[in-house]
Every structure is written in C-alpha cells, then in structure tokens.
C-alpha cells in the first residue's frame, strides 16, 4: 500500500480519545497542519497507511487513511458531522477554544478508519528513492512501508524505483508479532512470571485501553503492555498511566507493569531504570 510518515504533537492531540472514537465510529477526521500537494493526491491509490511520529520520540501508531479532504470549521461546528467524526472531547475543546485552538492554522484532514499500535524507529523508514529518512518531516514524506503490505512485486523488488524492499532483521518473529503477539503472550504467561495469570484482555478504561490486566502469585495486579516492534520511552508514560488507574479503580495498594516488545531503544531503557516497579521483557519467538 502506498504509505506517508507524518508527525503529531501530543501536547496538542490525544491518541487515546482518536482510538476510543473509532471502536464506536466508523471513522475520524485528524487535521494536520500541512496541505497535501494535488500531485501527490493524484498519484496516491486509497486507502493508503499512515506512519505517526510523536514529535520527541518515533513512530509510535500506524493508521489507515480512507481519503484527505480540505480543512473546514463544519469538522467541528456542523453538529450532525462532528457527532460522528470527531470525539467529544475534541469537539469541547473547539468549543471552549482551549489553548487557542480555533487559531491553528489547519490545512488538511485525514479521513482515518483504524488507528493502532506500531512502534518503529523513524529513521528505520525508507523515502520512495531508497534513501533513508534523515529526520522527522514537518509536513509529511511518501515511505515505503516497513510492514510489507502489498508493494513487493514479483521480482521481490520495491514497485518504486526497483529499490529493494526494506526487510526487518527477524522475518518471522515479524509475522508473529504482527498478527499474533496477544494471544502468543497470553500462551505463555508462565514464562513471563511464574503465577502470572490472565484477568482482562484489551481492557477500555478512562485512562486508555489496556492490552492485558493480570494478576502475580502474591495477587497483585500486573498491567502488560504490547509493543510489536521497537519499544521507546513513550510506553513508560503509557504504562504508568493504565497502572494509576488500576491503582485507583481497584484501590489496589501495589501495581506493577510490564512492557514487552520486539526490541527495546535506548531511552527506553534509560527510562526503566527512573522506574523500579516497571520491567520489559523482549520476545524473539520466545520470551526472555
């Protein structure tokens, strides 16, 4: 699929609320700040992937973006189309003007349907000439896409400019990751921690959505967050956040969590180290 790297500030955007939007609806307007060239419109086939870049970190969501329209105030302000585009918290926050909202400069929508996971080192990603990307685009930059989707041809060679396809080191831990990770650590919790067990799944809470709620041998309640591919300190954040909650909801005087991704980055594990009650464990078929 044809894919763009774009970059989101989450000092002004919360992913969360995009996410809990889409499980009711069936899809969600982001604005962006950037016009897309009609060039490029002309030569996107959609739906297309979208790579998001959390400004001061990496590629932390993949998304599938159906069509990009012009910005318009009725995104907000036409009751019947923002009921069912935009979160309420957004559209409250247009209403109230908070932090100057109305002000921004927007240029675009992305009209998404999914939003969800997908940890990755931005400068891991290739532009359409092979050449890796240098730093986080402002605007946004055509990439191919790491996660395969449909542009290897037959030759086994990118369509774009017969450069190869970039290939991830573990091709099948990919696979695995990708399409089975939950289930495969939900398999396995014993060798995560022995006395480890399930309590919920994919749990939605005011705090976000949390990938597994478990419970230790001592009965203390155990928050495991997913990350499929490269884990960066972002998920500290993450996490903490769901174990705050659990703390609070089940007044529960002990919560620890658990992050498991394919590879750790460094601030990740700088991060860890600030946060005793939280350990990552990396998976390469197997858990260690």
């Known amino acids: 699929m044809d894919a763009i790297l774009f970059s989101a500030n989450a000092n002004i955007v919360v992913v969360d609320d995009a996410v809990r939007h889409l499980a009711d609806h069936s899809e969600l307007y982001w604005e962006v700040g950037f016009p897309v060239a009609r060039k490029t419109m002309e030569t996107l086939t959609f739906p297309i992937l979208g790579y998001m870049h959390i400004s001061g970190g990496q590629v932390e969501y993949r998304v599938t ?11 907000y302000e036409n009751k019947s189309l923002a009921r069912s585009v935009k979160p309420e918290a957004w ?3 247009w209403k109230r003007n908070a932090e100057n909202v109305k002000p921004r400069v927007w240029k ?8 969800e996971p997908f940890s990755w080192n931005t400068y891991d990603f290739h532009k359409l000439d092979g050449t890796h990307i ?8 055509r990439v191919m896409d790491p996660s395969g989707g449909d542009i290897r ?14 290939q991830r080191q573990d091709p099948k831990a990919t696979l695995l990751a990708e399409r089975n990770l939950e289930d495969f650590v939900i398999e396995r919790l014993e060798l ?3 006395g480890l067990h399930l309590v919920s799944r994919q749990l939605s809470t005011p705090a976000g959505r949390l990938d597994l709620l478990c419970m230790d041998s001592a009965g203390n309640y155990v928050v ?3 990350k499929r591919d490269q884990g960066s300190d972002r998920v500290v954040g993450q996490i903490l956040r769901y174990m705050g909650w659990v703390k609070v909801h089940h007044s529960a005087p002990s919560v620890r969590g658990i992050i498991i991704v394919g590879r750790k980055d460094p601030a990740l594990s700088f991060a860890i180290e600030a946060a005793p009650n939280i350990q990552v464990r990396e998976f390469h078929l197997s858990i260690r």
């Open 65 to 75: 973006i159906k069509d990009i329209l012009p910005f318009t105030n009725d995104h």
């Open 91 to 93: 559209i409250l926050e």
């Open 108 to 115: 675009s929508t992305l009209v998404l349907t999914r939003i």
């Open 134 to 141: 240098t730093h986080p685009p402002q605007r946004y930059a």
């Open 153 to 166: 041809a037959e030759n086994g060679r990118s369509r774009y400019q017969g450069v190869p396809v970039p």
């Open 192 to 194: 995560i921690e022995v």
């Open 224 to 226: 495991v967050e997913l």
